[in-house]
């Protein structure tokens, strides 16, 4: 099983940027699609939205349409790191971040009851 560990989260204005770490360890780390996930305030787990993830094999990514264009995901199989690059970021962006194991097609994120996931990271964006 992979083990997942979020970090990068903070607290900044709208408009400005972050970039959230995902590393993974385990064997073998490099062949998991990882994506990322946000819960937003009061929404529990069942709310938790899959925003973005990129496949392994061949890098191809997914965006949901509330980040797409503002988010980046990218992957440093070097450092079994995954990162996601946001900006422009905006109120409506604050949640707790996580990032897991996931099957990744190019219109959605899924995950399963066996997937592994981060503790999660809380980014919080002020107007």
């Known amino acids: 099983q992979v083990h997942l560990v979020e970090s990068g989260g903070g607290s900044v204005q709208a408009g400005e940027s972050l970039t959230l770490s995902c590393e993974a360890s385990g064997s073998p780390s490099n062949y998991y699609v990882i994506g990322w996930f946000r819960e937003a305030p009061g929404m529990g787990r069942a709310g938790r939205e899959g925003?973005?993830?990129?496949?392994?094999?061949?890098?191809?990514?997914y965006y949901e349409d509330s980040v797409k264009g503002r988010f980046t995901v990218s992957r440093d199989k070097t450092k079994n790191t995954v990162y996601l690059q946001m900006n422009r970021l905006k109120p409506e962006d604050t949640a707790v971040y996580y990032c897991a194991t996931a099957v990744c097609t190019s219109v959605a994120i899924t995950t399963t009851p066996s997937d592994s996931w981060g503790q999660g990271t809380q980014v919080t964006v002020s107007a």
């Open positions: 925003i973005s993830c990129i496949r392994s094999n061949d890098g191809s990514t």
